[in-house]
């Protein structure tokens, strides 16, 4: 989860920006309701905290869920045999009946009155390969922020994303073994963009791209929690890489904990 606070600040008061997608310094603003586009490059003084909620939930999955499967690595004997251990395919994260690397964000937002925020940042998250896969196999991020692609096994890797939104970047990077990690800047907001690797073909990943600042995966046991959100009324997307996406309506009240559990199942 990534909240309110450090160089991520925000102000209930000030005025939702931009539209969908390309906001710039200095732009005029307007309250709508819709996508939200954060307004970059601002720093403002944090909002109180007894004006601001929270919603948490769980994400559950339905009926049974398919096994995992071996992969067999061999064909790089850095892999197969490079004391990484099993490689096992990542679709279905089932555990106790929840439903790990499920992307929740917020989808839409009519704030209450008078309700928007600044963000100012330039904040990393690290996709790692390790063992011949790409871990954590799903990350996600705000818009504007970059992705450090690091490699830690002792063979080549490769990096190949492919976007569906205009502006976030389609990399087709190599990266040595051991080699310097190499950072991308990710601007449009985006869920589940594919991360393949091209030397290996049983490598995936995925990154999602946020408009705002709250966002979560889910762990092992299924749980996110959305911290400092402004009163209003929230649209939620919940996104599996297999399974789709499933939106909920909540609304948020100050120093309030809303409720929003969500369950997949394979149709």
Not at 185 to 191: K, S
Request: hydrophobic content about 40%.
């Amino acid at each position: 989860m990534r909240g309110w606070g450090g160089v991520r600040a925000a102000a209930v008061g000030l005025v939702l920006g931009c539209g969908l997608v390309g906001c710039k310094s200095g732009s005029a603003t307007r309250q709508a309701e819709g996508v939200i586009q954060p307004r970059k490059g601002a720093m403002v003084d944090p909002v109180d905290p007894a004006t601001l909620g929270e919603v948490s939930g769980v994400v559950r999955f339905a009926g049974k869920a398919p096994e995992p499967v071996r992969i067999d690595t061999t064909m790089d004997p850095a892999c197969g045999f490079g004391g990484g251990g099993d490689v096992y395919s990542e679709q279905y994260a089932v555990k106790d009946g929840r439903l790990a690397n499920v992307y929740v964000y917020v989808k839409s937002w009519r704030p209450g009155a008078g309700g928007g925020f600044v963000t100012g940042h330039s904040a990393v998250t690290v996709l790692d390969q390790k063992g011949c896969v790409y871990t954590p196999h799903v990350i996600a991020l705000e818009a504007g922020d970059f992705v450090e692609f690091r490699n830690e096994d002792s063979t080549m890797h490769n990096v190949h994303t492919m976007p569906a939104v205009a502006g976030n970047p389609a990399i087709d990077l190599s990266e040595g073994p051991k080699g310097p990690p190499q950072s991308k800047r990710f601007m449009q907001p985006e869920a589940m963009i594919p991360v393949r690797c091209n030397n290996h073909p049983w490598m995936e990943a995925f990154i999602n791209v946020s408009a705002t600042p709250w966002f979560a995966v889910t762990g092992a046991d299924g749980k996110f929690a959305l911290k400092g959100l402004p009163a209003g009324e929230y649209t939620l997307g919940a996104v599996q890489e297999k399974m789709g996406e499933q939106t909920m309506a909540v609304t948020v009240k100050p120093q309030a904990e809303g409720k929003a559990d969500f369950t997949f199942a394979i149709k």
